[in-house]
């Protein structure tokens, strides 16, 4: 759905996106994934911590211990605590191999090129870096919604939902190792507080009895090292080439 959208309608269901995150529904969630990144973000260590996509209208990167924060995202009206930069998903204007983690939440379902961003999450990380992404998860009653209001156009129902077998596998493709999955938010995606208060018995019931029917997941991969494989030295060096490798360029959008 929304892989034929021009960057324009994109930029449009950004904005949507953060308009529902400051409904009911979407405080709600927002909450539970604050939670999981404020258990999951302190474990990951490094220099440099990016935040690619600022879909839910805030960064998500202050728990973090990680000094070197910055959100990147193509709307210039993103407002954060964290230092922002505009740049579009799928063309980071990033160092290859400079960043230690990459978060990217919900980036994947509402871009055009979700390969492509994988692509260059692998391409800025350094080897053991870590990329953490949230996802909606289809095979739950928010996927059935979303069959339900998708043809709406209206966020977050008309993105592509992924589920967590095919992030998995991309996620191997790409030379990443799955290190940690969590599933949570079992209760149905409703804007009626009062109701949603009184399903709240569902969380920990649904973790225990339904864990694959979760709305939503989180999931942390490990960039893996390459493995070289050692040359016999000659006994008579070869005349090193004029000049030098130049440093890979940044990308900007």
């Known amino acids: 759905m929304i892989a034929g959208l021009r960057r324009c309608q994109i930029n449009d269901i950004r904005k949507a996106l953060r308009g529902w995150y400051n409904r009911p529904l979407g405080q709600d969630l927002l909450a539970q994934e604050r939670e999981q990144l404020d258990s999951i973000l302190p474990t990951l260590f490094g220099y440099h911590i990016v935040q690619v996509g600022c879909l839910l209208g805030d960064d998500l990167l202050t728990s973090s211990r990680i000094s070197n924060k910055i959100v990147l995202d193509p709307d210039r009206g993103c407002e954060t605590l964290t230092p922002a930069a505009y740049a579009y998903p799928d063309a980071i204007p990033v160092e290859s191999d400079s960043v230690d983690v990459v978060l990217l939440p919900h980036t994947l379902e509402f ?16 080897p053991e870096g870590h990329v953490v992404v949230l996802g909606f998860n289809p095979w739950s009653s928010w996927g059935i919604w979303r069959l339900l209001r998708g043809r709406s156009g209206k966020a977050p129902w008309c993105g592509d939902f992924l589920t967590l077998t095919r992030t998995k596998d991309w996620m191997a493709l790409l030379g990443f190792d799955v290190v940690l999955v969590r599933r949570y938010f079992f209760r149905p995606p409703l804007q009626q507080i009062g109701v949603m208060k009184k399903l709240g018995f569902m969380e920990k ?4 009895l339904w ?43």
């Open 111 to 126: 871009e055009r090129e979700p390969h492509q961003i994988l692509r260059e999450a692998d391409r800025i990380l350094i």
């Open 211 to 253: 864990p694959r029917l979760s709305g939503a997941y989180v999931l942390v991969a490990r960039k893996r090292v390459a493995t070289l494989t050692p040359i016999k030295p000659r006994w008579s060096p070869r005349r090193k080439l004029a000049g030098s490798l130049a440093r890979p360029s940044t990308r900007s959008s």
């Open 205 to 208: 019931l649904g973790a225990k």
